[in-house]
Nanobody, 126 residues
Framework: QVQLVESGGGLVQAGGSLGLSCTPS???????????MGWFRQAPGMEREFVAAISWTGGSTYYSDSVKGRFTISRDNTKNTVYLQMNSLKPEDTAVYYC????????????????WGQGTQVTVSS
Protein backbone atom coordinates (compact mmCIF):
# COMPACT_ATOMS: atom_id res chain seq x y z
CA GLN A 1 0.00 0.00 0.00
CA VAL A 2 1.19 3.51 -0.84
CA GLN A 3 0.56 6.41 1.53
CA LEU A 4 0.81 9.91 0.14
CA VAL A 5 1.25 13.32 1.74
CA GLU A 6 0.64 16.61 -0.05
CA SER A 7 2.05 19.96 1.00
CA GLY A 8 2.29 23.51 -0.28
CA GLY A 9 -1.30 24.67 -0.39
CA GLY A 10 -2.37 28.07 0.82
CA LEU A 11 -4.02 31.35 -0.04
CA VAL A 12 -2.94 33.33 -3.09
CA GLN A 13 -4.35 36.19 -5.10
CA ALA A 14 -5.61 35.68 -8.62
CA GLY A 15 -2.73 35.72 -11.07
CA GLY A 16 -0.33 34.38 -8.48
CA SER A 17 1.52 31.09 -8.21
CA LEU A 18 1.72 28.16 -5.83
CA GLY A 19 3.70 24.95 -5.84
CA LEU A 20 2.45 21.67 -4.41
CA SER A 21 4.52 18.65 -3.46
CA CYS A 22 3.65 15.02 -2.88
CA THR A 23 5.80 12.48 -1.10
CA PRO A 24 5.20 8.96 0.15
CA SER A 25 4.81 8.40 3.85
CA UNK A 26 5.11 5.29 5.96
CA UNK A 27 8.05 2.96 6.48
CA UNK A 28 11.50 4.24 5.49
CA UNK A 29 12.43 3.45 1.94
CA UNK A 30 8.93 3.79 0.57
CA UNK A 31 9.17 5.23 -2.92
CA UNK A 32 7.14 6.08 -5.98
CA UNK A 33 9.36 3.80 -8.03
CA UNK A 34 7.44 2.41 -10.97
CA UNK A 35 4.30 4.44 -10.28
CA UNK A 36 2.65 6.97 -12.53
CA MET A 37 1.25 9.86 -10.50
CA GLY A 38 -1.68 12.21 -10.79
CA TRP A 39 -3.09 15.36 -9.28
CA PHE A 40 -6.81 15.84 -8.79
CA ARG A 41 -8.88 18.55 -7.16
CA GLN A 42 -12.26 18.92 -5.57
CA ALA A 43 -14.10 22.18 -5.10
CA PRO A 44 -16.95 22.51 -2.58
CA GLY A 45 -20.07 20.83 -3.85
CA MET A 46 -18.29 19.50 -6.91
CA GLU A 47 -17.00 16.11 -7.95
CA ARG A 48 -13.32 15.36 -7.79
CA GLU A 49 -11.71 16.13 -11.14
CA PHE A 50 -8.51 15.29 -12.92
CA VAL A 51 -5.83 17.98 -13.11
CA ALA A 52 -2.60 16.42 -14.35
CA ALA A 53 -0.72 13.14 -14.61
CA ILE A 54 2.87 12.11 -15.15
CA SER A 55 4.47 8.84 -16.14
CA TRP A 56 6.82 7.09 -13.78
CA THR A 57 9.87 8.26 -15.74
CA GLY A 58 8.54 11.80 -16.02
CA GLY A 59 8.81 11.63 -19.79
CA SER A 60 5.08 11.91 -20.42
CA THR A 61 2.56 14.31 -18.95
CA TYR A 62 -1.10 15.02 -19.47
CA TYR A 63 -3.29 17.94 -18.38
CA SER A 64 -6.92 18.83 -18.19
CA ASP A 65 -7.93 21.57 -20.59
CA SER A 66 -8.74 23.88 -17.69
CA VAL A 67 -5.13 23.98 -16.47
CA LYS A 68 -3.14 23.36 -19.63
CA GLY A 69 -0.56 26.06 -20.14
CA ARG A 70 -0.81 27.26 -16.54
CA PHE A 71 0.07 24.19 -14.45
CA THR A 72 3.12 21.97 -14.71
CA ILE A 73 3.45 18.51 -13.22
CA SER A 74 6.92 17.15 -12.65
CA ARG A 75 8.74 14.63 -10.53
CA ASP A 76 12.14 14.06 -9.09
CA ASN A 77 12.58 10.36 -8.50
CA THR A 78 15.87 10.95 -6.70
CA LYS A 79 13.96 12.99 -4.13
CA ASN A 80 10.91 10.76 -4.30
CA THR A 81 8.70 13.79 -4.87
CA VAL A 82 6.02 14.80 -7.36
CA TYR A 83 5.28 18.47 -7.93
CA LEU A 84 2.48 20.60 -9.28
CA GLN A 85 3.51 24.14 -10.17
CA MET A 86 0.46 26.34 -10.57
CA ASN A 87 0.79 29.70 -12.30
CA SER A 88 -1.72 32.34 -13.36
CA LEU A 89 -4.11 31.06 -10.74
CA LYS A 90 -7.80 31.87 -11.01
CA PRO A 91 -10.52 31.89 -8.35
CA GLU A 92 -12.02 28.83 -10.04
CA ASP A 93 -8.84 26.91 -9.20
CA THR A 94 -9.89 27.04 -5.55
CA ALA A 95 -10.18 23.46 -4.33
CA VAL A 96 -8.62 20.75 -2.24
CA TYR A 97 -5.81 19.25 -4.29
CA TYR A 98 -5.02 15.55 -4.04
CA CYS A 99 -2.03 13.53 -5.09
CA UNK A 100 -2.81 9.99 -6.20
CA UNK A 101 -1.39 6.90 -7.78
CA UNK A 102 -2.77 3.63 -9.04
CA UNK A 103 0.12 1.85 -10.66
CA UNK A 104 2.40 2.02 -13.64
CA UNK A 105 -0.06 3.39 -16.18
CA UNK A 106 -0.58 7.13 -16.54
CA UNK A 107 -4.28 7.94 -16.62
CA UNK A 108 -6.82 10.71 -16.30
CA UNK A 109 -9.53 8.32 -15.12
CA UNK A 110 -10.19 8.72 -11.42
CA UNK A 111 -11.14 5.05 -11.07
CA UNK A 112 -7.61 4.02 -12.05
CA UNK A 113 -6.21 5.61 -8.89
CA UNK A 114 -6.20 3.47 -5.75
CA UNK A 115 -4.05 5.46 -3.35
CA TRP A 116 -4.78 9.01 -2.32
CA GLY A 117 -3.32 11.64 -0.06
CA GLN A 118 -5.43 13.63 2.37
CA GLY A 119 -5.34 16.72 0.22
CA THR A 120 -4.13 20.28 0.59
CA GLN A 121 -6.30 23.36 0.34
CA VAL A 122 -5.63 25.92 -2.38
CA THR A 123 -7.61 29.14 -2.20
CA VAL A 124 -7.38 31.80 -4.89
CA SER A 125 -8.86 35.18 -4.01
CA SER A 126 -10.16 37.58 -6.63
Amino acid sequence: QVQLVESGGGLVQAGGSLGLSCTPSGPPGRTFSGYAMGWFRQAPGMEREFVAAISWTGGSTYYSDSVKGRFTISRDNTKNTVYLQMNSLKPEDTAVYYCATGGATMSYHIYEYKYWGQGTQVTVSS
